[in-house]
Every structure is written in C-alpha cells, then in structure tokens.
C-alpha cells in the first residue's frame, strides 16, 4: 500500500460495519465495466500515447489499483463473479458462454443487483451482458430476473460491430438498428435513465459494461480523427476504441455531477480480462503494460486489468493502492458500503475492501483463484503457481520481484511449491464439491471451442 493511501479520511473506517450505514447516507453504486482492456492500455497506467482524458482525470479524483485482477481471463466468469462475490467455477459459469448454450448465472446465486433491489435501491444494467446462452428468452434468467428494473443489454458482443449494432434489447423488446457506436449509445441509455427513469428518491446502482475494446471493432470518425499519427489503420482504429470507451465514461461522469450525484457516488472502473490478439497484428492491439500473455491465460496479462474507485469525501483522490483485489471482491464490498447484509451463509471467494481504502490490512479467507481452459493460477500473498487441472507441471513465480513472470522458482522453492500445491488441490475441490458439474462435459481441447475462441 502506498504512503498515500493511509492518508485517506478516517470516516472511511465506519464503513467497515455494514449496520453502521444509516438509510439517508446509503452511496449509489456505479460499476463500469470496459471489455478486453489491457492493464497498460490508459494514460494513467502508463501509455503515453493514449487519448484517455476522462479516466485518466478520474484516476486523479481517486484511487488507482495496481494489483487489481478479474476473477478470469475471460468474458462471461469474470462478469458473474462481479455480482456474486464468487469464484466462476463455484458460481457455475466457468467459461464464456455462446449463443443457446446451457450455462448462465443461476438465480439461485442472489446477485448484487436482487440484495440492492430489495434493499430499497434502483437498479439499471446497460451494455454488454453475456451471463447466459438464451438471450431475452423463457429458458434462462434474464437481467430483470437478476434484480434490474431497467436494463438494455445484448448476449455477448454488438453485432456486425460496434458501428449501429442491431442486436440490443431493452426491457425485452428488441430496439433495432442503433444510430450511433455502441459505447457512445451505451453511455447515452444511463444519462437518459439516471435524468428520467429512475426513482430520484431512492439510491441507485447501475451497470455499465460496455463492448468495446472488444472484437469486433469499429470506432466513429470523431474518435478516428484525434489518433491521424498512427499509420497503421488497424492500430488507429483500435486507439480510437479505446478513446471512444474513454469518452463514454465521460459522458456518464458529466451526468453525475449534471444530476447532483457525485459526491453521494462509489465509481468503480474495471476490465473484464486482458486484451485480445497479439497485440502486433490484426485488430487485438491491447497493451498489457509488459505482463505476460494476454486473454485466455493464466498468467498476469490475462487477468491483471486497470481497477480505479472513486468515492468523494471518503476516498482522497490521486492515491494508489498495491494491494491485491480480485473482482469477486466487488461484491462484499458495494454490501459493507450500502449496509446490506447478504441473504444466506454460503461461501464468498471475494473480501470487503473498505478496510484496505482506509490503510488498514485485509483479511482474505480464500485465496486469489483462476481457472479456466484447463490451466489454474493460485496466489499466496506475493507468490503464484501456474499449473495444469492436474497440478502435474506447476510453476512458481514471486510477483513482488518479478511482475512479468520471466523467472520459473519451481525448483529454487521446492517446500514453498508443495505447500501451496496441498493447499491448490484442497481450494480446487471445495469448490468443485460446491458449484455444478456443467464444467465437466466440456471439451476445452475440441474443434468447436477452437473455432469459437477464433471468432470470440
């Protein structure tokens, strides 16, 4: 942690009791959720070049996670451990889920937005939802059946692209061909429903999860015109996403402070993994700030995402934070804030980390957990196995002194490794014992998910 973030006020420490939250003083809730953004893709995080002024300003406004991470290095299980405060694979969406598939957020999960709901808050989901397989039908839950009062969404990506996609549904009804790129109508949707859709007299939370800088991508000319020094058209009209997402945001803070609803509000910006493609060629020019790999990987480039909370009058703004968080943290945190108590005593993989915003240490019962596609990442404070399902060929790497994980300690730490595999196997199964069982039947090595990873 740094020297800063000790510094924050100490009304922050009261917070830490969810009973000490009177009804009038319960904050609204923003979750901003961008898609594929790399750890090193904003200026705030260190590039240069980026055009991204309004989350850079918020960063400066609040604080900025160093050591913040997604719940998977895909799509669909970071997303559900968002709003259950639960590991994917005990939550039951373990992978990204396509059109018609079986898996989707059970409603039996309770997520956030149903505890809020109830609690007496207004709840809004607009973007990208991608947490079942039936999309707006009777077989599956549906946004609304989650807790939303509002929402606007599409399964999985806006399609044919983020140019006037026609695939978005609001409320249940289809709404046509959109005149306007995806994350700009995105963030129009909130204004008109925080300005006049919304209860004024209740709280709110609201989702916004966009699609870009996801696949596929297309930016408008405003956005295209600021980013004219780059020649290569597929890296400038990546930028452009990029900057397009940017000024989204934007749009949706400015709404804030139109409405008198800044100071009374807990931001919280994320990405749902890392980026996408190579980063060389083809549209997937996401930057991962020099972590290894990317989207699909276990190791911190497909997991380690921009993470910036901004809470005025209890979080000082321009202050930084090491300390690890994990989406599933998400969860019991928006709870201690708002005073909500969870429905029932099962499992939470995620911590409350007010607590940490104050300068004070965390406990975390569970460990840092990912899985997904036959490889699994653990960590233990600063240390991290990589490894098979079958914990056959672990690698142990120490964070603190080697972020990009060029250095394999497996055989330097060889009591380290055996105590943490113990450890990995035990966590593994209390969470296999727990969630279903649709993980099991599906063929991570197969022709059908290479073809869809291809597309996806």
């Known amino acids: 942690m740094k020297t800063a973030c000790f510094e924050l006020i100490a009304l922050l420490a009261c917070l830490v009791a969810p009973a000490a939250v009177a009804a009038d003083a319960r904050p609204n809730i923003v979750l901003f959720l961008a898609d594929d953004l790399g750890y090193g893709e904003l200026g705030c995080y260190g590039n240069?070049?980026?055009?991204?002024?309004?989350?850079?300003?918020?960063a400066g406004e609040g604080l900025r996670l160093t050591d913040c991470h997604s719940a998977s290095s895909v799509c669909s299980p970071s997303r559900s451990s968002l709003l259950t405060g639960r590991t994917p694979f005990r939550n039951g969406v373990f992978t990204w889920i396509p059109e018609k598939s079986p898996i989707h957020l059970r409603t039996s999960e309770i997520a956030l937005p149903?505890?809020?709901?109830?609690?007496?808050?207004?709840?809004?989901?607009?973007?990208?939802?991608?947490?079942?397989g039936m999309f707006n039908a009777p077989d599956q839950p549906q946004p609304n059946d989650h807790g939303y009062d509002w929402w606007l969404a599409t399964q999985n990506n806006a399609a044919p692209s983020h140019a006037f996609p026609k695939n978005f549904v609001r409320n249940g009804q289809a709404v046509g061909t959109v005149?306007?790129?995806?994350?700009?109508?995105?963030?129009?949707?909130?204004?008109?429903?925080?300005?006049?859709?919304?209860?004024?007299?209740?709280?709110?939370?609201?989702?916004?999860?966009?699609?870009?800088?996801?696949?596929?991508?297309?930016?408008?000319?405003r956005y295209e015109k600021l980013h004219t020094t780059i020649a290569d058209q597929e890296e400038r009209t990546y930028r452009a996403n990029v900057t397009q997402l940017d000024d989204a945001f934007g749009t949706l803070m400015k709404t804030l402070d139109e409405i008198g609803a800044t100071d009374s509000t807990l931001v919280f910006f994320t990405s749902d993994n890392g980026p996408e493609g190579d980063g060389v060629k083809g549209p997937g020019r996401g930057l991962t700030g020099g972590l290894r790999e990317r989207k699909?990987?276990?190791?911190?480039?497909?997991?380690?995402?921009?993470?910036?909370?901004?809470?005025?009058?209890?979080?000082?703004?321009?202050?930084?934070?090491?300390?690890?968080?994990?989406?599933?943290?998400?969860?019991?945190?928006?709870?201690?804030?708002?005073?909500?108590?969870?429905?029932?005593?099962?499992?939470?993989?995620?911590?409350?980390?007010?607590?940490?915003?104050?300068?004070?240490?965390?406990?975390?019962?569970?460990?840092?957990?990912w899985r997904w596609g036959g490889r699994v990442a653990y960590r233990e404070g600063e240390w991290k196995i990589v490894t098979d399902e079958a914990f056959e060929r672990p690698e142990l790497?120490?964070?603190?002194?080697?972020?990009?994980?060029?250095?394999?300690?497996?055989?330097?730490?060889?009591?380290?490794?055996?105590?943490?595999?113990?450890?990995?196997?035990?966590?593994?199964?209390?969470?296999?014992?727990?969630?279903?069982?649709?993980?099991?039947?599906?063929?991570?090595?197969?022709?059908?998910?290479r073809k869809a990873a291809a597309a996806h």
């Open 296 to 369: 699909r990987s276990m190791y911190e480039g497909g997991h380690r995402v921009p993470g910036i909370v901004r809470w005025p009058g209890r979080i000082q703004p321009g202050t930084e934070s090491d300390v690890p968080v994990i989406g599933s943290d998400f969860f019991p945190t928006v709870l201690a804030a708002t005073g909500v108590e969870p429905r029932d005593g099962r499992p939470l993989d995620g911590v409350n980390l007010l607590p940490a915003l104050a300068g004070a240490e965390i406990d975390r019962p569970e460990p840092l957990y």
């Open 397 to 449: 790497y120490n964070l603190a002194t080697d972020r990009a994980e060029a250095h394999d300690l497996a055989a330097a730490e060889p009591e380290r490794l055996a105590g943490m595999l113990d450890r990995l196997r035990s966590h593994t199964a209390e969470i296999e014992a727990e969630g279903p069982d649709w993980w099991r039947a599906h063929d991570w090595n197969g022709p059908k998910r």
């Open 114 to 132: 149903r505890l809020l709901k109830d609690a007496g808050y207004d709840t809004c989901h607009v973007g990208k939802w991608h947490l079942n």
């Open 48 to 58: 240069t070049a980026a055009i991204t002024p309004n989350l850079d300003r918020f």
């Open 179 to 221: 005149d306007d790129y995806s994350a700009p109508f995105v963030a129009q949707e909130a204004t008109t429903w925080l300005k006049t859709k919304r209860d004024p007299a209740k709280p709110f939370f609201l989702a916004v999860w966009t699609h870009e800088p996801h696949y596929p991508i297309a930016s408008a000319e």
